[in-house]
């Protein structure tokens, strides 16, 4: 019902930038929150932020620990995309990036919260 394409992904050295996006198709109005999973090798897929995406709906934005105040999500309804700007990177936030979509409401770091994922984009952070 919802298809997800992330893209911006690649390798970057420590302390630089990479602007993620995450286009979305489909029934995106029948979602209620759109956000960003990783997983990097060896290790459960971790929240990272999520943003709400419902029109009409009360503007949140929510990150992990680990990425707040480097990370910023922001959402583009007319473009059906969301974005997230990944500043002064380092070499732990190397995983695959994952753009997903909630049809719910539910606690955002929980992965099980999420119905529709995307196929993953690959970030590298060189050290």
């Known amino acids: 019902q919802v298809q997800l394409v992330e893209s911006g992904g690649g390798l970057v050295q420590a302390g630089g930038s990479l602007r993620l996006s995450c286009a979305a198709s489909g029934r995106v109005f029948n979602s209620y929150a759109m956000g960003w999973f990783r997983q990097a090798p060896g290790k459960e897929r971790e929240f990272v932020a999520v943003t709400s995406w419902s029109r009409g709906s009360t503007y949140y934005a929510y990150y992990a620990d680990s990425v707040k105040g480097r990370f910023t999500i922001s959402r583009d309804n007319a473009k059906n995309t969301v974005y997230l700007q990944m500043n002064n990177l380092k070499p732990e936030d190397t995983a695959v990036y994952y753009c997903?979509?909630?049809?719910?409401?539910?606690?955002?770091?929980?992965?099980?919260?999420?119905?529709?994922w995307g196929q993953g984009t690959q970030v590298t952070v060189s050290s």
């Open positions: 997903n979509t909630a049809s719910r409401t539910g606690p955002w770091a929980n992965w099980a919260t999420y119905d529709y």
